[in-house]
Each structure stands twice: as structure tokens, then as C-alpha cells.
């Protein structure tokens, strides 16, 4: 198993910025792909921004120019900047990680960290 803790959450003004952390823990074995997704009330979780273990990235339109995603593979952590922050972006994001073992590909996902954007 493999244990995904998240933090860094919180109110934020429009305008404002946040920066979200998410450490794996646990029987890691080799991670591929990490990631960020999040989930506003009544909508489905959608993709905001994924790292591949090559370092490629890509985010969701709505984001680019604003959130910047990063990892730090000796740490087994990936981050989350994001700036310019709209009240559209409240939602709870939650940290994914797949983890890679003999050819067999697990999904793992953090606990949710809450973003609200509000003056």
C-alpha cells in the first residue's frame, strides 16, 4: 500500500496563493505518474495537473499560466502552486500517485485538501 498525505490548504482571497504538498509513504516501489485533481461540490473530480516520472507535465486549460505543478522524486513528493486563484478553483484537491511494481500499475489517492477562494 501506499500512503498519500496531503497538505497546505485553506481560504484564500481572489488574486491570492496557495501551494499544495502531497508525500507518498509506504511500499512505493517505483511511482510513475503523480499528479493533482480536484472536486467542487455537485461536479466530477477533474484533472488539474499531472508529472509523469520523466518530468513531463500537463494541466487542465483552465489552469495553465496560473497553477505550476513540480515533484521531488527523492522525497517521493509532488507540488502544487497555484496563483492568481479564482473563486471558480474552490473545490478539494486531492494528490494521486501511481505506483509501478513488476508491470502492475496501482492508483492512490490522498485524503483531499480543501481550497476555498473567497473574499
Not at 8 to 32: E, Y
Request: proline residues 3%.
Amino acid at each position: 500500500q501506499v500512503q498519500l498525505v496531503e497538505s497546505g490548504g485553506g481560504l484564500v482571497q481572489p488574486g491570492g496563493s496557495l501551494r499544495l504538498s502531497c508525500v507518498a509513504s509506504g511500499s512505493i516501489f517505483t511511482l510513475g505518474a503523480m499528479g493533482w485533481y480536484r472536486q467542487a461540490p455537485g461536479q466530477q473530480r477533474e484533472l488539474v495537473a499531472q508529472s509523469t516520472s520523466g518530468g513531463s507535465t500537463n494541466y487542465a486549460e483552465s489552469v495553465k499560466g496560473r497553477f505550476t505543478i513540480s515533484r521531488d522524486n527523492a522525497k517521493n513528493a509532488v507540488y502544487l502552486q497555484m496563483n492568481n486563484l479564482k473563486p471558480e478553483d474552490t473545490a478539494v484537491y486531492y494528490c494521486n500517485a501511481v505506483r509501478v511494481r513488476g508491470g502492475t500499475f496501482s492508483n492512490y489517492w490522498g485524503q483531499g485538501a480543501q481550497v476555498t477562494v473567497s473574499s
